[in-house]
């Protein structure tokens, strides 16, 4: 099947809609964007290639077509509810590293546009 995975896809809709907003604020000729980098917390669970192949498809008519998507996952940080541990977790295992208690998480669930890269006119 040749389809993009939905879940990248909806993300993905959110992200190009920055952009073009973005390119559209600070009158980013069509063709100058290069590269843009997005930050992902480890929660989206995003497949990284995945994402690029729906930015790819959702770019192309767009004046930020050609445009490369790099993204950067950042780890889901928590808190122990018991002994005040602070740390990052690997899921599925929202556990204590110390004492195995529940944790809450404190970072893991961002998702935006860090930084676009224009060339240079
Ligand atoms: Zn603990």
């Known amino acids: 099947m040749i389809a993009p995975d939905m879940h990248e896809v909806s993300i993905c809709q959110g992200l ?3 952009v073009l907003d973005e390119m559209a604020q600070r009158a980013i000729p069509a063709g100058a964007l290069l590269r843009l980098r997005v930050v992902a917390g480890a929660l989206h669970q995003i497949v990284p290639e995945s994402l690029e192949f729906a930015y790819d498809l959702l770019t192309r008519e767009t004046p930020a077509a050609g445009s ?3 993204l950067r996952v950042t780890p889901l940080a928590a808190r122990c509810t018991k002994c005040d541990w602070r740390g990052t977790i690997e899921p599925p295992l929202f556990l204590c590293s110390v004492c195995g ?3 809450e998480l404190e970072g893991g669930d961002e ?3 860090e930084d676009l890269e224009i060339a240079e006119s």
Do not use: N, P, Q, T
């Open 111 to 113: 998702l935006y546009v």
């Open 101 to 103: 208690a529940g944790v």
């Open 16 to 18: 190009v809609k920055v």
């Open 68 to 70: 490369k998507l790099e």
